[in-house]
């Protein structure tokens, strides 16, 4: 492609320490439909025929059509996708191609293509999302009642409902669905038209090229435009974001599935055995997508420290955002892929779950409202009930057997009443807290949002 200026060949080295193809094959989509826009422009600023146009169009389908199904040879001496691309065309039509790269470089072709890809990737992780929002939704309706204890510190602390602790992930989950269609909006600007870096001599209609490809307007700066990878690196932050939640919920089921809690079951067909122990039933998938998680966050860390020290404007270094961004949205896309499936055909132990929250300690906190709401100061109340606790710890017996009268005067006969588990959830229906009415109440606005 630039044999005009060079009497040698590129070593072979750095052919192969340079070629991207093997990776950014997957833009072909993009860049085939980056290149009918900007011929369509150049036919309608009389830089090619019509026939030129229809020719280019149609040999630009035909190697498409050619790549999907695994026809197409790829070549790592034409380096990336983009000159594989042109080559094959200007192979198959002639003249015609060789007029296609007129008032376009490959630096803004790449930064179409990549926003490009970015945007269909984007779409496709929020319906992913949705779609394991949509099986969490259905095991918190299933399981809107099932009272389990919630944790802090990994220690046992307050009753809550296994659907409010399920919907703790839906929200998550929803918020980041916001931060992508946020970073859809910012990268969806068209940088064709920047050229190599300071625009062009030859004016296309660059609104005309945005619109035919979906963009919402044109890049404004050249030079930012070729420089820029601010959406990849702010894609990559939502998308590590998002692993780490999927990491945390892993986390929770890694708990909930061990002989210890003994909350949760996950199918055969989503575990995994152990070669040696004949017992075992693994949670692999979780692990994986703990594991996994790393791999996210160290792909946004190389992409920014690749950008940290980069002038203006282009330079080879930007190469090396495709694989990390590949490489997060694959991995992404396939934990949200199986999670959802392992999620719908877990089982919840309900008797363990709520056999876990009929220590009385998980209603310490209840005892002290009680004394509150007879006028004692909440200070003073938290004192009273960790004597309490104390005491029972003391005299080996829980605290619901204690006599709470030797304690203190202000503890009545009713006190007892405060150990009713069912009364105690319900006790809890303020906004935002996990009696099972509110629990349901939140099922039915997530239906409703999620339709
Ligand atoms: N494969 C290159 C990349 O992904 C395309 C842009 C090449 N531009 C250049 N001036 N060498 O960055």
Same mark, same amino acid.
């Given at each position: 492609m630039w044999k005009g200026r060079f009497t040698h060949q590129t070593a072979d080295l750095v052919q192969r320490y340079g070629e991207s193809v093997s990776y950014d094959w997957r833009l072909f989509p993009h860049d085939i439909a980056g290149s009918i826009a900007h011929a369509r422009a150049q036919m309608n600023a009389s830089l090619l025929t019509e026939e030129e146009f229809a020719q280019i169009e149609s040999g630009l389908r035909e190697i498409q059509r050619e790549i999907e199904a695994g026809e197409f040879e790829f070549s790592s001496e034409l380096e990336d996708i983009h000159m594989n691309i042109e080559a094959a065309l200007t192979r198959k039509i002639g003249e015609a191609g060789s007029k296609l790269h007129t008032a376009r470089s490959r630096n803004d072709q790449v930064a179409t293509d990549t926003r490009l890809y970015c945007r269909s990737a984007i779409d496709a992780i929020v319906s992913l999302s949705t779609g394991l929002q949509k099986t969490l939704l259905k095991q918190s309706e299933k399981h809107a009642a099932t009272i389990l204890p919630g944790y802090t510190h990994l220690q046992r602390g307050q009753p809550v409902t296994a659907g409010h602790h399920l919907l703790a992930y839906v929200e998550m989950l929803e918020r980041d669905k916001q931060r992508l269609t946020d970073c859809r909006k910012r990268l969806n600007v068209c940088p064709l038209g920047s050229g190599a870096l300071a625009g062009s001599t030859i004016n296309l209609d660059r609104n005309a090229i945005a619109h035919e490809l979906g963009f919402d307007g044109v890049t404004t700066n050249s030079m930012d435009a070729i420089a820029d990878r601010d959406y990849i690196a702010e894609f990559l932050f939502v998308l590590s974001l998002l692993g780490a939640?999927?990491?945390?919920?892993?986390?929770?089921?890694?708990?909930?599935?061990?002989?210890?809690?003994?909350?949760?079951?996950?199918?055969?067909?989503?575990?995994?055995?152990?070669?040696?122990?004949?017992?075992?039933?693994?949670?692999?998938?979780?692990? =994986?997508?703990?594991?996994?998680? #790393?791999?996210?966050? /160290?792909?946004?860390?190389? +992409?920014?420290? *690749? @950008?940290?020290?980069?002038?203006?404007?282009?330079?080879?270094?930007?190469?090396?955002?495709?694989?990390?961004?590949?490489?997060?949205?694959?991995?992404?896309?396939?934990?949200?892929?199986?999670?959802?499936?392992?999620?719908?055909?877990?089982?919840?132990?309900?008797?363990?779950?709520?056999?876990?929250?009929?220590?009385?300690?998980?209603?310490?906190?209840?005892?002290?409202?009680?004394?509150?709401?007879?006028?004692?100061?909440?200070?003073?109340?938290?004192?009273?009930?960790?004597?309490?606790?104390?005491?029972?710890?003391?005299?080996?017996?829980?605290?619901?057997?204690?006599?709470?009268? =030797?304690?203190?005067?202000?503890? #009545?006969?009713?006190? /007892?009443?405060?150990?009713? +588990?069912?009364? *105690? @959830?319900?006790?809890?229906?303020?906004?935002?807290?996990?009696?099972?009415?509110?629990?349901?109440?939140?099922?039915?606005?997530?239906?409703?949002?999620?339709?």
């Open positions: 939640h999927l990491s945390r919920f892993s986390e929770d089921l890694i708990l909930w599935c061990s002989t210890e809690f003994g909350f949760a079951t996950l199918s055969d067909r989503h575990t995994t055995g152990s070669s040696l122990m004949p017992q075992k039933k693994n949670p692999d998938v979780c692990e =994986l997508t703990r594991g996994k998680t #790393g791999r996210l966050v /160290g792909n946004l860390v190389a +992409l920014l420290t *690749a @950008l940290k020290g980069l002038p203006l404007t282009y330079n080879r270094d930007l190469q090396e955002d495709k694989e990390p961004l590949f490489d997060s949205v694959e991995t992404l896309t396939l934990a949200l892929e199986v999670n959802a499936e392992m999620v719908s055909s877990m089982d919840l132990q309900i008797e363990n779950c709520r056999e876990a929250a009929q220590d009385p300690l998980l209603l310490a906190t209840d005892l002290a409202d009680y004394l509150v709401r007879k006028g004692v100061p909440f200070r003073n109340a938290h004192e009273l009930v960790g004597k309490a606790v104390a005491s029972a710890e003391e005299k080996n017996t829980t605290l619901d057997a204690l006599d709470l009268s =030797l304690i203190s005067d202000q503890f #009545g006969n009713d006190a /007892g009443g405060v150990f009713d +588990l069912e009364r *105690a @959830l319900r006790a809890r229906s303020n906004q935002g807290s996990p009696s099972i009415e509110n629990v349901l109440g939140e099922i039915q606005r997530w239906k409703a949002d999620l339709a």
